[in-house]
Nanobody, 121 residues
């Protein structure tokens, strides 16, 4: 079994910053891609940012230049530094990881429990 534990969400004023963390643990042979997704009230879940095992990043256009994704491979942890937050960033943020188990030959997607980010006006 694999668990993703998120932290760092909260309430922030527009223009403020937050840093999210997500640590993967459990039956892990290798963690491939990791990323962050978010779901605003009444809206579909959307990709925010991803990072490959080699450190290649990809961002949604709405967050590019404001958010930075990074990872610590030794700790199986991914981070999301969010700067200049806007009210439209308000959402539940979910961590995602592609994990290869010790008995598998392909990765599977795992999800964190979600952490609330609220940007007040």
């Amino acid at each position: 079994q694999v668990q993703l534990v998120e932290s760092g969400g909260g309430l922030v004023q527009p223009g403020g910053s937050l840093r999210l963390s997500c640590a993967a643990s459990g039956s892990i042979f290798r963690v491939d891609g990791m990323g962050w997704y978010r779901q605003a009230p009444g809206k579909q879940r959307e990709l925010v940012a991803t990072i490959t095992r080699g450190g290649v990043t990809n961002y949604a256009g709405s967050v590019k230049g404001r958010f930075t994704i990074s990872r610590d491979g030794a700790k199986n942890t991914v981070y999301l530094q969010m700067n200049n937050l806007r009210s439209e960033d308000t959402a539940v943020f979910y961590c995602n990881a592609q994990v290869v188990s010790p008995t598998s030959w392909a990765s599977r997607d795992y999800w964190g429990q979600g952490t609330q980010v609220t940007v007040s006006s």
